[in-house]
């Protein structure tokens, strides 16, 4: 396998931050907000690698930073230090030093969202294959017929009944919204899809059916999944590595088995015995 | 013979006009006095003024002669006429500690220095008709204005008085005056870009519609929004007005303009920086109006605050909602455009209409 | 004591083209502005007029920054010399702009304003049409926040205006949108062309004409200069298509029932009996199209 996504030292402070924000937050001082300035660590020091194919799991409570990667990654907020390089065939893409118009073009064309609100990855008022057309349309694909034969294959793809692609996803089930986000992230097959939670909230048989859904697309289309979420079962099902997050920080990494069946740090332990 | 839908809309307009100015002749003389006009329509006068943006009584006064009462016409024979004039001065920033005063309450305190000064105002009236006026004897105006006259001394120096809010700042409970060196956009003369500067902002409300204001104002006050004002002051007076020397460059005393000027304070926020702080809002428009001056404030601070709290939840804190909506002379325009022939359009929008028709029929197999 | 009679208010008058001198030379910087960023809305410092907001005043303030006393000109509305607002208009340049000359015939005038039509006969490069505006914005329909609406001209990102076009095709198997068709030029800012029928928009593409667009109540101004593409957003699978004049009883194209004409886009109306009728919308071409159908009998 090689490399797709290689995130080093990635921070990300609200607020006007000060000299002494890292030093006095994070997993060891039980906080990520700075008693000198008032400023949020959100996230610091996150490195790792994502390979090609691979499912790497993000857990950890809300505040632990885990949305706040998604958000970095996909541009939705910025960085405020840190790297994160994209590994094409031929070249190498620093995201974040890329202007405003290829991020978007990146976000387009190589990058798939879930969010756990479909409010923010869909228009709930416009047909479940217009939602998709629009994505296609971003990546320059303005053919009607191919809109709506590509929008039928994949909305069939992630099961949504097929008569109801010309219907708004706000009369969707909860289910059902997610399996057209995801349909919609897939459009223009990117190499990399980031889920934020798409599970939470919904019933828990739905959940199943999801992360099923999930885990046979990415055996099929071999698409490397950043997948965050604060329930154990989700990365026990989904991801082959995980990364465990605290107070902005990564607090353990590594093999999801290992990682469930013999927690090193403690957190991770009561994490995992709370659970069981 | 085929019929031709549109000629001789010349002589149509022509005719139009004739049949509105026998409009405003049909009861016979006499015709309104422009000095009747500012009086005895004092509001109406002062509203017109403030959305017209022009602080010229006797103009004023015509054009709401000319516009048959219609306020929103008679800003526009205003606006109209500005757009006829150059600029060629500008006034420094003007204290409107300096305005001499006709009315000054505050809400927020039982006595503030200078006092509270009630003046002319209808809010305590009962609202019951006086039938006497319907005919009002021409002598009794005089009598009226006699006898209010004669209870004032006049050898009392103009009154004016120090700002309220000035007190409650120096105790550190609102946000200190931030001195500004950028020079006042001026929206009459320079494209509006977003975001939108504050000077910008408080110009075009300081012109903007009165119901227009009061409304979007209102749903923040009801609840779209959080506020509880307190009127901290609300003033009403004459403000000296003055113009560099043409020659010497020195301030100079050109005349005065009558202004109404509120400031409102609400409820506090928590600083990113420093103690909690009350929230302030500031109207003010030319003429006597209340109401504008009010919501005025209370949109201004309904905006700022929610801008330094991340942005707007309600229209009304939303500067683009609010402040591209509230010219009159842009919605009351925009609104009768709708009478103007549009058959082009709708030629157009008939065309689509068939044509989607016929595919509908099309599709469920029948004849179109 | 403030006392002035009526004599002392009456020297309040105007110069030439009503607006002062000042205004002009902003309008007249924001029209070039425009010609070189052909399709970007460029925002100006709109006047207010005579006459209200909404009926031709950022055309108008094009039209009184460029007229001159030697400019012949020619105000059309609904392409009818004589409707309601081009004779209004044609009163104000008339009163404001001594020594202008007035014509209803296409190729005699310098400057040309109209609202919701482009004349038939195509115009020749040293004439300018000036096109009145109430909505500047062809992404109003799919984002109501001013802001978000410039980045997205910034980026060419018109994805939500085909997504519209879509939804169209969805629901009624036609682009569903009849005037203002949203029509990108010179292959970047997409623009609104004013409520033009689509039958007009191809009269935008490649023309030897400059073509002004002013909006004065929403204050922008933007054009389409000689010899630059204009087209209309379609999908490459579904035709742009004009206004259809054809007689479903018959199958042929409906004529005027005037001139005879074939090819200009028709008025459907009804006459005093209810009979419904055709006639071109362009009168100045219905009555030359006429005068040479009788010279020539």
Redesign the interface.
């Known amino acids: 396998m090689s490399v797709l996504l290689e995130v080093e030292d990635l921070a990300r402070i609200h607020g006007r931050g000060c000299d002494r924000c890292l030093e006095v937050t994070g997993p060891e001082h039980g906080t990520n907000r700075c008693r000198f300035c008032g400023s949020v660590v959100a996230l610091r020091g996150a490195s790792f690698a994502l390979e090609r194919g691979e499912v790497l799991g993000v857990i950890g409570e809300s505040g632990s930073g885990k949305s706040t990667l998604v958000r970095l990654l996909c541009f939705d907020e910025p960085a405020s230090s840190g790297r994160a390089l994209f590994h094409e065939a031929d070249r190498v893409v620093d995201l974040f030093a890329l202007d405003a118009a290829r991020r978007r073009a990146f976000r387009d064309t190589r990058l798939g969202v879930v969010y756990q609100n479909p409010m923010l990855g869909l228009a709930l008022s416009i047909s479940a294959g217009g939602n998709i057309a629009e994505r296609l349309i971003a990546a320059e694909r303005v053919r009607y017929a191919f809109l709506r034969e590509r929008a039928r294959a994949l909305l069939e793809r992630t099961g949504v009944p097929v008569a109801r692609m010309d219907e708004p996803p706000a009369r969707f089930s909860g289910g059902m919204q997610q399996r057209v986000q995801i349909a919609k992230a897939l459009a223009t097959e990117p190499p990399l899809l980031l889920l934020d939670e798409i599970t939470t909230g919904l019933d828990l048989s739905v959940q199943a059916r999801i992360l099923d859904l999930v885990l046979e697309l990415q055996e099929q289309l071999a698409v490397s999944m950043l997948v965050v979420t604060h329930d154990l079962g989700v990365v026990r099902h989904l991801a082959s590595r995980t990364l465990v997050m605290r107070h902005g920080a990564i607090v353990e990494a590594g093999l999801t088995d290992q990682i469930l069946e013999d927690p090193s740090h403690p957190y991770t332990q009561e994490l995992v015995s709370a659970a069981l | 013979m085929s019929y031709v839908a549109v000629k001789g809309g010349g002589e149509a307009i022509r005719e139009a006009a004739r049949a509105l100015e026998a409009l405003r002749a049909m009861a016979g003389g006499p015709s309104l006095d422009p000095r009747q006009i500012e009086h005895q329509l004092h509001f109406l006068h002062g509203r017109v003024m403030s959305e017209g943006g022009l602080a010229d009584a006797d103009l004023v006064s015509l054009a709401i002669k000319q516009a048959l009462g219609d306020p929103l016409e008679a800003a526009l024979y205003l606006r109209a006429h500005r757009s006829t004039r150059p600029r060629l001065a500008e006034t420094a920033p003007l204290d409107t500690a300096r305005m001499r005063l006709v009315r000054r309450i505050s809400a927020a305190f039982k006595q503030v220095p200078g006092g509270q000064m009630l003046g002319a105002t209808p809010d305590y009236l009962h609202r019951l008709f006086r039938f006497e006026l319907l005919e009002e004897d021409p002598t009794a105006l005089e009598r009226i204005l006699a006898d209010w006259l004669a209870d004032r001394p006049n050898d009392l120096p103009p009154p004016t008085a120090p700002k309220v809010l000035d007190a409650l700042r120096a105790e550190g409970l609102l946000p200190p005056l931030q001195p500004s060196s950028e020079t006042a956009f001026d929206i009459t003369r320079e494209p509006l870009g977003f975001p939108v500067p504050r000077s910008a902002a408080l110009a075009i409300m300081a012109r903007g519609e009165t119901g227009g204001l009061l409304a979007l104002a209102y749903s923040n006050m009801r609840g779209y929004g959080d506020i509880h004002p307190t009127v901290g002051e609300l003033r009403v007076g004459y403000l000296p007005v003055e113009l560099p020397h043409p020659v010497t460059g020195e301030p100079v005393e050109v005349g005065e303009v009558l202004l109404t000027e509120c400031e409102i304070v609400a409820m506090f926020a928590r600083e990113e920086e420093g103690p909690p702080r009350f929230t302030v809002g500031y109207g003010a428009c030319f003429g006597h109006n209340e109401v504008k001056a009010i919501a005025m404030a209370v949109l201004d601070r309904a905006m700022s605050a929610a801008a330094a709290a991340g942005g707007p939840k309600n229209p009304s804190e939303d500067p683009d909602f609010v402040l591209l909506h509230v010219d009159g002379i842009e919605s009351h325009g925009f609104c009768i455009h709708y009478k103007m022939p549009h058959y082009v359009t709708f030629q157009s929008d008939m065309d689509r209409l068939r044509r989607a028709r016929a595919e509908a029929a099309r599709a469920e197999g029948r004849a179109p | 004591m403030?006392q002035?009679s009526a004599d002392a208010?009456l020297p309040?008058?105007?110069?030439f083209g009503?607006?002062?001198?000042?205004?002009k030379r902003?309008l007249r910087r924001?029209i070039f502005k425009a010609v070189c960023v052909p399709g970007h809305q460029t925002?100006?410092?709109?006047?207010?007029?005579?006459i209200?907001?909404?009926?031709g005043?950022g055309g108008l303030q094009i039209t009184l920054a460029l007229i001159g006393p030697e400019d012949v000109l020619k105000v059309i509305?609904?392409?009818?010399d004589?409707?309601?607002?081009?004779?209004?208009l044609?009163?104000l340049f008339l009163a404001t702009c001594p020594g202008v000359r007035e014509t209803r015939r296409t190729q005699e005038a310098s400057l040309i304003q109209t609202r919701?039509?482009i004349p038939e006969r195509p115009l020749r490069a040293d004439q300018i049409l000036i096109l009145q505006v109430?909505y500047p914005d062809p992404l109003v329909v799919v984002e109501p926040?001013?802001?978000k609406r410039?980045l997205m001209h910034g980026?060419a990102?018109y994805?939500?205006l085909?997504?519209k076009l879509?939804?169209g095709?969805?629901?009624?198997?036609?682009i569903?949108?009849?005037?203002?068709y949203p029509t990108r030029i010179a292959g970047h800012y997409v623009i609104d062309p004013s409520?033009?029928?689509?039958?007009d928009v191809p009269k935008l593409h490649r023309a030897d004409c400059l073509y002004l667009f002013g909006a004065g109540?929403e204050?922008r101004i933007y054009a389409v200069p000689p010899h630059t593409t204009a087209e209309p957003l379609t999908?490459?699978?579904?035709p742009f298509r004009v206004?259809?004049f054809t007689d479903?009883a018959t199958g042929r194209r409906r004529a005027c029932?005037?001139c005879g004409s074939t090819t200009s886009?028709?008025?459907?109306?009804f006459?005093?009996t209810g009979a419904r009728?055709f006639?071109c919308?362009d009168?100045a071409f219905c009555d030359e199209e006429l005068a040479g159908r009788g010279a020539a009998a």
């Open positions: 403030r002035r208010l309040l008058g105007h110069g009503y607006l002062d001198e000042d205004a902003e924001a925002p100006y410092g709109s006047r207010e007029l005579p209200a907001r909404g009926f005043t509305d609904q392409g009818s004589d409707s309601v607002n081009a004779a209004n044609r009163r919701h039509r109430p926040n001013e802001s410039r980026r990102d994805a939500k085909w997504v879509y939804e095709m969805v629901t009624f198997s036609e569903t949108i009849s005037h203002r409520p033009i029928p689509r039958f109540r204050k999908f490459e699978d579904v206004e259809d479903p029932s005037r886009f028709l008025d459907e109306f006459d005093e009728l006639q919308s009168t």
